[in-house]
């Protein structure tokens, strides 16, 4: 149980362009889910929070107009990278809250910007 | 916000040993951890939930929680090559769920 997926599992699109990732919980209904960012031998950094049916909340730092967040059902978040630039570039990973706040991982997306 | 810090490494060990992963935290309201695991290029899968004082054990893993001193460790016995990987600590207990994770710690398991 507790399985989380991620679509697409690698991406590369052109500088200026938009890039929808999606987070899916499988098996069980998150209302809760979050995005991490992380770059190579970093660790990782939570983006934001999101919560199904209300506005993500974004950490400190964080663009939200470059970074939108859909939550609209307790099974999918959505993550669109808005008129992606090189710096943009990383492994985006999402997870859902399970029961006893237990976050499951998604297997992530490689994002490179060309 | 509830952080942690952990020895980057890497941490290497032989093939066999025991592998000792430490973590300390400075919120003393913490009450419970989490364990995850990290391969390279891959995301974070959970190894453990500890929330009492003393040790868990789950196979080759034990976690182990002292809040008097603040830390809590993660033993794994018997170390094989497919546990080299990054061991990310966090406190249970954030805002709405959130993970605050520190930096892990690297182990390499040497044959």
């Known amino acids: 149980g507790a399985v989380v997926s991620q679509h697409p599992s690698r991406v590369i699109c052109k500088s200026g362009t938009s890039v929808k990732i999606e987070c899916r919980s499988l098996?069980?209904?998150?209302?809760?889910m979050f995005w991490y960012r992380q770059f190579p031998k970093k660790s990782l950094m939570l983006m934001a929070t999101s919560n199904e049916g209300s506005k993500a909340t974004y950490e400190q730092g964080v663009e939200k107009d470059k970074f939108l967040i859909n939550h609209a059902s307790l099974t999918l978040s959505t993550l669109t990278v808005t008129s992606a630039h090189p710096e943009d570039s990383s492994f985006y990973i999402c997870?859902?809250?399970?029961?006893?706040?237990?976050?499951?991982f998604g297997p992530g997306t490689r994002l490179t910007v060309l | 916000q509830k952080e942690v810090e952990q020895n980057s490494g890497p941490l290497s060990v032989p093939e066999g040993a025991i592998a000792s992963l430490n973590c300390t935290y400075s919120d003393r309201g913490s009450q419970s951890f989490f364990w995850y695991r990290q391969y390279s290029g891959k995301s974070p899968e959970l190894i453990m939930f500890i929330y009492s004082n003393g040790d868990k054990e789950d196979g080759r893993f034990t976690a182990q929680l002292n809040k008097a001193s603040q830390y809590v460790s993660l033993l794994i016995r018997d170390s094989q090559p497919s546990d080299s990987a990054t061991y990310l600590c966090?406190?249970?207990?954030?805002?709405?769920?959130?993970?605050?994770f520190g930096q892990g710690t690297e182990l390499s398991v040497k044959p």
């Open positions: 997870s859902a809250l399970g029961d006893t706040d237990t976050q499951y």
């Open positions: 098996d069980f209904q998150a209302t809760t």
């Open positions: 966090a406190p249970a207990g954030g805002q709405g769920g959130k993970l605050i």
